[in-house]
């Protein structure tokens, strides 16, 4: 497949971005709960029910609180991959860089990108479809679409405290060892429309970029 010429900068953005995929998905371990291969994965539905309880912790004001609920319960749509990709670009990436944490019609995901660039130079992070990849905005399904901000900030290279959100993690730890000790015998997955969303691109596929060689 023919390559996509990208800046020194856009290749950072989309390297980094991959690897916060790649972790995004090891934290939530049964996956989504609107993805057809998660419920494949989990027929008692454990990956709906889990999902289940980190929307009960979801706030679309607070990014960490919402990163940090989905992966206590090792789950979640779309919205919670958004808030752990937002949270994670901004302990990976210097302030050089701003990132987004943003809805379109029925998505959630996040965006990143420095000032005077346009948004479809900007890259999105999305870790929900199952062969996801960083890609360009441009690039991505959602381009063209109307973007609502719930959160916006500049980066800031270094991880959070995580000592300040202890009592926050330990009640949905409590919630979600009480699902685990009842076996899934009394929880019964929510229902609701499955995807089977394999990529981030507008076409489909899988993008390949890459950074010209200065031969000057």
Known sequence: MPGKAVTDDQMTLLNTGDDIIATAKQLLPFGS??????????????????????????????????????????????????????????????????????TGPGHSFAIVGKSGWNIGQCVAVDPWPIQAQAVLFEDHFMSGSTLNHLAEK?????????????????????????????????????????????????NGSYMNYYVPMDVS
Not at 56 to 82: E, Q
Not at 171 to 180: F, H, P
Request: charged share 15%; with cysteine.
């Open 33 to 102: 709960g609107n993805q057809q291969a998660a419920d494949q994965m989990f027929p008692l539905g454990e990956n709906r029910v889990l999902t289940g309880l980190a929307y009960s912790f979801y706030n679309h004001a607070k990014p960490r609180h919402t990163a940090l609920a989905a992966v206590t319960a090792g789950a979640g749509n779309c919205d919670h991959f958004g808030a752990i990709a937002y949270v994670m670009c901004r302990e990976r990436l210097p302030a050089q860089f701003r990132v987004a944490w943003v």
């Open 154 to 202: 500049d980066c800031k290279g270094q991880a959070f405290n995580s000592a300040k959100y202890q009592a926050f993690v330990g009640a949905v730890r409590v919630q979600r060892n009480a699902i685990e000790q009842s076996n899934w015998t009394n929880n019964v997955p929510p229902s609701g429309h499955t995807y089977d969303h394999q990529y981030c691109t507008a």
